[in-house]
């Protein structure tokens, strides 16, 4: 676990089973690399049935927002506010025939907490910088006081309760400053729950409505933090928690299928929770976008591996978070490796989205951040590159039409097509 100075709030465990590429998985994905070429050319001949996977396109796009009137609306205790539609958006456009998907990059956070390490604000300002938009995973505990923790009601646990430790009222504070200033950066707000429980009695054991009640509890943390915190001096969020977050990351990658049920009530649109995929693209999972986290060639393609920080971690420092010294620079070279990979892969291939997902952590001395600062910046500069976040993904997922996105499903990631055939 991270020192108490740096403000990190979770630590890292060798079982947490959705994170961690064991090795009877690694297994499992070596073999589906030597069939995976095979299997996607196969599924040229199955257009028909991939088109059922995929909901109608909407046009012109998602719902559109009621005209704004101009006035700030503050809602509730004053927690939070509507400012009209987030301006600086990606706008979503139907392609046309013939033309070459965009390469979408989509970099994830889970927690969302601006610790003293001040990780929120350096990747907030790296994507302003790169006029790139990532997706904040905001863990709602993270601004409730410890004192009032017994507010927290996790499911299966003890009130207030949580496999986290509670921020201080400092990290609170600029926690919602960075919050703010994503939101007005154009970045996406989602959720990462609350407690982060993993295995028994975690995400994979609960019901609908435990799982309905930690959504509802998330949504009261993030709407009442001005009567938590009793914090008189700062301005309401400039967003409406209800419309902006439209979907979010389980920890640990845990309790999917009863998620999926959970959340059909709540509007959302995606679902970054699957516990890793090809890179193939995107379809939909009981209704929303499936945005899983993806196997990238390790080790200059001996194996594949889930595109998360904590995946390289376990592989190269058996789960430890502080392995040898002497390791970290050919650890942290794997990792720059094995993203650009990956990124190459469908760069010049499929052109099917890129996932990342990370943590702000200093694991083995910080390598997993330098690795994701410099697939940033070779990445998010490249002609036809968009790194976006979920949801603009979702909203550019949903203006193409059935036929289009079910052929692009049957592209095999480092298979470059003739557009004409694919994008009609």
Known sequence: MKSSSTGRRRKARPTEGGRVTR?????LAVLLVVVSTVTGYLLLSHENDLAAAVSPAKDPGPSAEPEWDGRTKVLGDGSTSYTGPQEGTLKPVRLKPGEKPPQFVVFSWDGGLEGSDHLFSHYR???????????????????LPKAKKDLYHPPQHSPGA???????????????????????????????FNGHFCGAKGGGDWSVQEWKS?????????????????????????????????????????GQKNLLKAIKGYGWRYDASSAGDFQIWPAKKDGVWDFPLQMLPYES??????????????????????????EFPKW???TVDSYMAGFNRVYYGSR????????????????????????VKNVCTKKGVKCVSFKELADWMDVQTPQTLARLRTLDPAQSPDWSSVVK
């Open 301 to 326: 393609g001996k194996y594949q591996g889930l595109s998360m920080d904590f995946n390289f971690l376990y592989n190269q420092s058996d789960g430890e978070t502080q392995g040898n010294p002497a």
């Open 214 to 254: 930690e959504i509802d509890q998330f949504y009261s943390f993030v709407e009442h933090w001005k009567t938590n915190t009793g914090y008189k001096d700062i301005d309401p969020l400039p967003f409406d928690f209800k419309k902006e977050v439209t979907g979010g990351r389980a920890p640990c990658l845990e």
């Open 125 to 143: 300002e790296l994507a302003k910088q790169y006029d790139a938009h990532m997706t904040f995973f905001l863990t709602g505990i993270y601004l």
């Open 332 to 334: 942290e070279q794997q």
């Open 162 to 192: 949580a496999a986290i430790d509670y921020a201080t009222d400092e990290h609170i504070r600029e926690t919602l400053e960075q919050l703010r200033a994503a939101y007005e950066d154009g970045n996406e707000i989602g959720t990462h």
């Open 352 to 375: 099917a989205p890129l996932f990342i997902g990370n943590h702000f952590e200093d694991w083995n001395g910080g390598i997993y951040m330098r690795s994701i600062d410099q697939v």
């Open 23 to 27: 090795p009877v998985v690694l297994a």
